[in-house]
């Protein structure tokens, strides 16, 4: 039952002696012997992460203040362990404690919720980074650095929680908190407080604290991100380390797949189905023979993921169920890359056009590419060619550069969006459109509220689910050789139904 305004003011002199009694009980059970082992990817206990009224989140008016102190307290436990530490040996001071009178000073600043929350969590300057993206909790003189990029009316509103990692991007920010509606985003630098606001206006892009920070505890459980004191070729900051892929997200794809594929083959008739196949989609020496590299995500995928029983995926794109015209169709994988600097991974078309249509990349601008691909790869297909053919492909990646990701894709298709530099229709998951004359932004991120550069590709564990979506919710109809319709049927995007090519902010 809601309280009444009148009564809920006279309870709030009371709020700093409630807080004096317990905020040391509260201390005492957030901090309880978890045993880690160094360079263990360990299982969140979340059975005391739960939030107020069964909500993992909070109320939609406040921050559910002792979850997310649980939640940034445990991150911190495993970078240290990570680092080679004992947990006996971790400075448990909070934020107040740490920082003292420079601390205090913020108070009638800060939210009673937000306030709460530095008082339950650990802080040190002497502690491993916080996160791949960010060092820890800024200073309490920085903590409203942002202000004046906000009216002045709300100066207030607006905390930078945690600060970005130095040397991830220039005019480094961090995550920014909205006192206001409770809500963040993780601003990788200052840049992007321009796309996250008018608030309103972009609501999808701001989340819950305890949203943000269980998606990296989840990023860490599935082999994402990593911390360890183990060197390595990949991208660093502290223990932390990005993985092009980790094992759990092979797997996590290749069931969404079958999710996909299961879905399709209900809505057909059975004396359509093709004759069940005990091997994958595809062979080790099918992919051996169109140059596919050994150790990657992408090969991982096919040679697990089960053989579908029809012909088309989506609307105008062919399963390869011919191993030779899969090898036809593979443009980049037998191009002459390489980099002195690491590893090269090139796009392997996964589902190519039904009609053989094919891709011309050249672009208006000379300074702006639409080719989605490496700049290796990008820059062995010259001006004015037409060969490349559309279809889905997997992700291309430099393995020693910031952000990339082994588990994404880029659908090609044979036609461009925004020729005519339209404002409405096809969108990125951020809200904004896609880039002018595009040819593979469609179901991609733009701009990451839980942190990362806007060029990483969107996992295709989550095109698949969105597919399947589409299908069961009758937006694609399924015929006698599967998903119906022709690869212009992806121009909907361009039209009021932009919102069934769109896929929600993620990570």
Same mark, same amino acid.
Not at 410 to 424: A, K, Q, Y
């Given at each position: 039952m809601c309280m009444p305004s009148i009564q809920l003011r006279t309870l709030i002199p009371?709020?700093?002696?409630?807080? @004096?009694?317990?905020? +040391?009980?509260?201390?005492?059970?957030?901090?309880?012997?978890?045993?880690?082992?160094?360079?263990?990817?360990?299982?969140?206990?979340?059975?005391?992460?739960?939030?107020?009224?069964?909500? +993992?989140?909070?109320?939609?008016? $406040?921050?559910? @203040?002792? &979850?997310?102190? $649980?939640?940034?307290?445990?991150?911190?436990?495993?970078?240290? %362990?990570?680092?080679?530490? &004992?947990?006996?040996?971790?400075?448990?001071?909070?934020?107040?404690?740490?920082?003292?009178?420079?601390?205090?000073?913020?108070?009638?600043?800060?939210d009673p919720a937000l306030a709460l929350f530095l008082e339950l969590t650990i802080t040190s300057e002497d502690l491993p980074a916080f996160f791949y993206w960010v060092s820890g909790l800024m200073l309490p003189n920085e903590m409203f650095l942002a202000e004046e990029m906000f009216p002045e009316d709300e100066r207030d509103?607006? /905390?930078?929680?945690?600060?970005?990692?130095? !040397?991830?991007? !220039? *005019?480094?920010?961090?995550? /920014?908190?909205? =006192?206001?509606? *409770?809500r963040a985003t993780m601003a990788l630098a200052i840049e992007d407080i321009d796309i996250t606001n008018p608030v309103d206006e972009h609501g999808s892009l701001w989340h819950p604290l305890g949203a943000v920070l269980e998606n990296w505890l989840h990023m860490i459980e599935i082999g994402k991100i990593t911390a360890s004191q183990n060197e390595t070729c990949n991208e660093k900051y502290g223990p932390w380390t990005w993985h092009p892929y980790s094992a759990t997200q092979v797997d996590s794809t290749v069931a969404a797949f079958e999710r996909l594929t299961t879905a399709i083959e209900d809505r057909? #008739?059975?004396?359509?189905?093709?004759?069940?196949s005990s091997g994958p989609l595809l062979s080790d020496t099918n992919l051996d023979a169109a140059s596919v590299p050994q150790e990657c995500f992408?090969? =991982?995928?096919?040679?697990? @993921?089960?053989?579908?029983?029809?012909? $088309?995926?989506?609307?105008?794109?062919?399963?390869?169920?011919? +191993?030779?015209?899969?090898? @036809?169709? =593979?443009?980049?994988t037998v191009m002459n890359a390489r980099s002195e600097y690491g590893d090269l991974i090139p796009p392997v078309l996964i589902f190519a056009s039904t009609e053989r249509r094919t891709v011309n990349f050249d672009s208006p601008s000379r300074y702006v590419s639409i080719n989605p691909f490496c700049r290796i790869f990008a820059d062995l297909v010259p001006r004015g060619d037409e060969s490349t053919p559309a279809g889905l492909y997997s992700e291309s990646v430099e393995r020693w550069t910031v952000d990339n990701s082994e588990d994404g894709f880029?659908? %090609?298709? +044979?036609?461009?969006?925004?020729?005519?530099?339209?404002?409405?229709?096809?969108?990125?998951?951020?809200?904004?459109?896609? !880039?002018?004359? #595009?040819?593979?932004?469609?179901? =991609?991120?733009?701009?990451?509220?839980? !942190?990362?550069?806007?060029?990483?590709?969107?996992?295709?564990?989550?095109?698949?689910?969105?597919?399947?979506?589409?299908?069961?919710?009758?937006?694609?109809g399924v015929g006698h050789d599967g998903v119906q319709g022709s690869i212009d049927t992806f121009r909907d995007a361009a039209t009021g139904r932009w919102s069934d090519y769109w896929i929600e902010p993620t990570w």
């Open positions: 009371l709020l700093g002696v409630v807080l @004096a009694l317990f905020i +040391p009980v509260v201390r005492r059970h957030l901090y309880l012997p978890r045993e880690i082992r160094p360079f263990q990817v360990y299982t969140i206990d979340r059975r005391h992460m739960s939030g107020t009224d069964g909500n +993992p989140q909070g109320g939609d008016d $406040t921050m559910d @203040a002792i &979850r997310c102190a $649980t939640l940034h307290n445990t991150l911190v436990e495993h970078a240290w %362990v990570a680092e080679g530490h &004992r947990l006996e040996e971790l400075d448990r001071r909070s934020f107040f404690q740490y920082y003292g009178d420079a601390a205090d000073e913020l108070r009638d600043r800060l509103r607006f /905390v930078v929680l945690y600060r970005t990692n130095t !040397g991830i991007v !220039g *005019h480094a920010l961090g995550l /920014v908190y909205d =006192q206001k509606l *409770h057909m #008739s059975p004396n359509r189905l093709l004759d069940i992408i090969r =991982q995928f096919l040679t697990r @993921a089960r053989r579908p029983r029809f012909k $088309t995926i989506a609307p105008g794109l062919e399963v390869p169920l011919d +191993p030779d015209v899969f090898l @036809a169709n =593979q443009k980049f880029r659908l %090609v298709l +044979p036609f461009r969006f925004r020729t005519n530099n339209e404002e409405d229709g096809a969108r990125k998951s951020d809200g904004w459109p896609v !880039g002018k004359h #595009s040819v593979a932004d469609l179901f =991609q991120h733009g701009f990451k509220p839980f !942190g990362g550069e806007w060029w990483r590709a969107q996992r295709l564990e989550r095109l698949f689910d969105k597919w399947r979506e589409l299908i069961e919710s009758g937006v694609w």
